[in-house]
């Protein structure tokens, strides 16, 4: 559509043919509906009743998951405002770990309240106003009702694991997997000069591997490689043994340029391979030398080099990840080499060595001063389980590691919505003029949670939010929602427990996002807007139903 302005009466055409422009109520509309929308695609997959998604790429690849952020990275979404939205999930990933579908939840239930306060003529500048004053005071109720936590309460921690997992592909074990969880985050966590505690999740290291079930995962002092030795001849087990991480190819070193070689007798040939072979002996010698027992190689190695190492009782494996070989550095104190030439003592790093012919893995534990690094050696039956497994876990690891950094936990199941949204509506009544619909408006975005995990239950969302407000009236501010028995319980005694800091950040976040759209009143579009179109039966008004999302949106539904 091209815009028009007349000056001495003539139409003044600013913008191309191609372009589209929605202004005033339309946009917010639109703009509504789209993040709506992509509130309403990750809902169902909220709490331990959740469900999960398929998402099926372009390339047939499958991922079958019910974690936000993935499902809404892994979706064609070919929207403006709804791209906005997904980065309220990658914001909420990236700062807490967990919480993209609260987040994103909290985000669509507030604009969709806004669209209700448009309608009664509330101008959205009062609503950005209200929702950021709220958002402020959620911020410190929740620190209020917020308990502490002793880095040391390893129980604490294990149900702050055991939370994030509830509903996710390690559930079913979540038991053994919180566990492991929290002796990793244990494992690389430190006290600073301050006292605090800080944790470095750069050596904590995952790995999966299928075949096995996932109550046979472990955690591991050092790193796991998913190789296996160069010859057979080598040896499968070096204790204390000195390693070498290397990053040049144990190999005829290739010219510069193009070369030709012509041999004119068979003694000329033998004088050549002689040579190669001279040279491959003296970078084995010059590793034997050096006293080195294991060698790790990030390309390739000769085959005759192979055969040289296992004569001199070195075990090796060619093709080693860059990212295993850096994890390896941290594991064995080492350094990682580009020239033979270079090493040394000090380059040198030490571990127990195994490799297990059952698994198909080498285990590298460390035993050096320098040494430090866990692994968390997830199993599973199928890809399809390790991958939801090492998500759900990785999710755990994050909150965990949050959680000793913050020193704060909640009650969870609903608890903490229902008792800062109560607080937030106190609140309201000594806010004036017309932000004070929007700050109620805000706390009822915030029971939007337990109404969606009533509703992911099977139960009815409305007996049980009146059943909490009555409780939380009492004075029980941790009392939430048992999804398995449809009671009001105490859920912090429960053992739900979740990160006070992940629900901060959830709270500002979908705030942030909702106040962002909400101060759009005109979309230009250099080219069409891919949500125009007519609306299906059950559409999402403005938005041209979920077209403008793509086909990936419309496969998974």
Do not use: W
Request: hydrophobic share 40%.
């Amino acid at each position: 559509m091209s815009q028009q302005q007349r000056m001495g009466g003539q139409p003044m055409i600013i913008l191309g043919e191609d372009s589209q422009r929605i202004k005033d109520r339309d946009a917010q509309s639109h703009n509504i509906a789209a993040a709506k929308a992509v509130a309403e695609s990750v809902r169902s997959t909220l709490g331990p009743k959740g469900m999960d998604k398929m998402l099926v790429s372009s390339m047939g690849d499958i991922t079958v998951t019910n974690d936000g952020v993935t499902i809404l990275q892994e979706m064609d979404i070919d929207n403006p405002t709804a791209e906005m939205i997904v980065q309220v999930a990658e914001t909420q990933e990236d700062e807490a770990g967990d919480g993209t579908t609260t987040a994103v939840s909290i985000a669509g239930e507030l604009l969709k309240n806004a669209e209700d306060l448009l309608e009664q003529d509330i101008h959205p500048t009062a609503m950005i106003k209200g929702f950021h004053l709220a958002s402020e005071r959620a911020r410190e109720e929740v620190d209020n009702v917020a308990h502490d936590v002793d880095p040391e309460d390893a129980e604490l921690l294990k149900q702050v694991a055991e939370t994030s997992m509830t509903g996710k592909g390690a559930e079913l074990d979540k038991d053994v997997l919180a566990q492991l969880v929290v002796d990793a985050v244990q494992a690389v966590t430190v006290e600073a000069d301050d006292g605090e505690s800080i944790v470095d999740l750069e050596y904590v290291n995952i790995k999966t591997q299928t075949g096995r079930a996932a109550s046979e995962s472990e955690l591991l002092n050092g790193g796991v490689i998913n190789k296996s030795p160069e010859h057979d001849d080598m040896p499968h087990v070096a204790d204390d043994a000195t390693v070498l991480l290397l990053n040049e190819a144990i190999e005829i070193e290739d010219t510069d340029a193009d070369a030709n070689l012509q041999l004119d007798s068979p003694d000329q040939l033998k004088t050549f391979i002689d040579k190669e072979e001279a040279q491959i002996r003296e970078k084995v010698d010059a590793i034997a030398d050096a006293g080195v027992d294991v060698v790790f190689c990030q390309k390739g190695i000769d085959d005759l080099a192979e055969h040289f190492l296992a004569k001199q009782g070195i075990l090796g494996t060619s093709r080693v990840k860059k990212k295993d070989l850096s994890f390896l550095r941290e594991v064995t104190g080492g350094d990682i080499l580009s020239d033979l030439d270079a090493i040394d003592d000090a380059t040198l790093g030490n571990a127990n060595v195994e490799y297990n012919d059952d698994d198909g893995l080498f285990y590298i534990e460390g035993i050096g001063e320098d040494a430090h690094g866990v692994t968390l050696l997830l199993r599973g039956s199928t890809e399809h389980v390790v991958d939801e497994l090492e998500r759900g876990i990785g999710d755990a690891l994050d909150v965990v590691a949050q959680t000793v950094s913050d020193g704060r936990v909640l009650a969870g199941g609903g608890a903490v919505e229902v008792e800062v949204a109560r607080r937030v509506r106190e609140y309201a009544d000594s806010v004036s003029g017309r932000e004070q619909l929007a700050v109620e408006a805000f706390a009822d975005a915030l029971e939007l949670v337990p109404r969606v995990l009533s509703e992911n239950a099977g139960l009815d969302s409305i007996d049980t939010l009146v059943d909490l407000r009555a409780a939380h009236d009492e004075g029980n501010e941790t009392a939430g929602l048992d999804v398995f028995t449809g009671d009001v319980v105490d859920t912090f005694e429960a053992g739900v427990v979740e990160s006070a800091h992940a629900k901060q950040q959830a709270v500002s976040s979908a705030t942030e996002a909702a106040n962002l759209v909400l101060k759009i009143d005109d979309i230009i579009a250099a080219g069409d807007l891919s949500t125009e179109g007519e609306e299906p039966e059950g559409g999402a008004g403005g938005m041209g139903g979920m077209g403008g999302m793509g086909g990936g949106m419309g496969g998974m539904m």
